[in-house]
């Protein structure tokens, strides 16, 4: 299950673990105009992760997604 909030500088995506046993926290992805952050609460410390994406890794994550094991370099507009 998810959920997708439309702030005034952020679309909020949140990700709720459902199903068997060992669920993970939910996972809470925030889309900026520069930048797109993942957060989730790590119970054994306490306290919430955040990583953050630059614009270009968050285009590389979503190639890597669908390409075989291996080293890549996208082609941008100046290549």
């Known amino acids: 299950m998810f ?9 909020v995506i949140t990700l709720i673990d459902e199903g068997a046993a060992h669920l993970q926290e939910d996972v809470t992805i925030c889309a900026f105009e520069d930048a797109v952050t993942l957060e ?9 992760i955040r990583l953050t994406l630059s614009m270009a890794q968050l285009l590389d994550l979503a190639a890597a997604l669908n390409l075989p094991e291996g080293s890549y370099r996208l082609a941008g507009k100046d290549d």
């Not at 959920?3 to 679309?11: C, K, L, M, P």
């Open 3 to 11: 959920t997708i909030e439309h702030d005034f500088d952020a679309t």
């Open 40 to 48: 989730q609460l790590d119970p054994r410390r306490d306290e919430v």
